[in-house]
């Protein structure tokens, strides 16, 4: 069964940075399309990157020249490299394939910006 684990989240002061990686199990790895999403306090999933199978990335525009989606499919992972972090990037982070049904949802890793 596939998995998708989070991980690299925690507490950093505004300005801060932290890398985030996403490792998915199972095969096909390197055909998906693959996203971050957030999940602020209070408040709906939002996606936040996109990056296709060939590479190519999208950002929202609240994270636009500060975030940095990356892959690497020899290890099965996404990084969201996060720079200039601000109070409001707060919230939980889940990584997903995207365009076609979802895989099983990780636990998510929590990032938290104190200013």
């Known amino acids: 069964?596939?998995?998708?684990?989070?991980?690299?989240?925690?507490?950093?002061?505004?300005?801060?940075?932290?890398?985030?990686?996403?490792?998915?199990?199972?095969?096909?790895?390197?055909?998906?399309?693959?996203?971050?999403?957030?999940?602020?306090?209070g408040n709906q999933r939002e996606l936040v990157a996109t990056i296709t199978s060939s590479g190519g990335t999208n950002y929202a525009d609240s994270v636009k020249g500060r975030f940095a989606i990356s892959r690497v499919n020899a290890k099965n992972t996404v990084?969201?490299?996060?720079?200039?972090?601000?109070?409001?990037?707060?919230?939980?982070?889940?990584?997903?394939q995207i365009w076609t049904t979802p895989l099983p949802w990780g636990q998510g890793t929590q990032v938290t910006v104190s200013s």
């Open 79 to 96: 990084y969201l490299q996060m720079n200039s972090l601000k109070p409001e990037d707060t919230a939980v982070y889940y990584c997903n």
């Open 1 to 41: 069964q596939v998995q998708v684990v989070e991980s690299g989240g925690g507490l950093v002061q505004a300005g801060g940075s932290l890398r985030l990686s996403c490792a998915v199990s199972g095969s096909s790895f390197s055909s998906k399309a693959m996203a971050w999403y957030r999940q602020p306090p």
